[in-house]
């Protein structure tokens, strides 16, 4: 399991990360891009959610190791958190946010639904995340 740190440094560009391309991300935007861009998976969570739990527990059990920011022990999380409520769809709770393959996945309801129907396996492949 991947935990993503208060003042973890993230490669800008792409390539192998050196100390010239890597700085300390402050942007709350520019964190949630390149955790998702630099990441097959990645959960943002809450510590106390059910859900977000349930998210976790579920990509675990198919054997995807995601990378996993709880936005609540997070030195930026309020700002990260009004990130994903700009993200999210109307309505929509902003944890857990899961992106896969840099993209917005969705929330748990949209993982459920794509376990169920039977997307979210090839979509994990697609993304990396899984080697079956």
């Known amino acids: 399991m991947q935990v993503a740190k208060k003042s973890r440094m993230i490669p800008i560009g792409g390539g192998e990360a050196s100390a010239s391309t890597m700085m300390d991300v402050v942007n709350p935007y520019e964190i949630v891009r390149e955790l998702a861009s630099t990441n097959a998976v990645v959960v943002f969570s809450m510590s106390g959610c059910c859900m977000c739990t349930v998210a976790k527990r579920l990509l675990f059990g198919l054997g995807?190791?995601?990378?996993?920011?709880?936005?609540?022990?997070?030195?930026?999380?309020?700002?990260?958190?009004?990130?994903?409520f700009q993200v999210a769809a109307d309505g929509q709770q902003p944890t857990p946010a899961i992106f896969v393959g840099g993209k917005f996945l969705g929330s748990i309801e949209t993982l459920m639904a794509c376990h169920i129907n039977g997307t979210l396996v090839p979509l994990l492949k697609d993304a990396g995340a899984l080697w079956l």
């Open 64 to 84: 995807v190791g995601p990378a996993i920011v709880e936005v609540d022990r997070h030195e930026l999380g309020d700002d990260i958190q009004a990130v994903l």
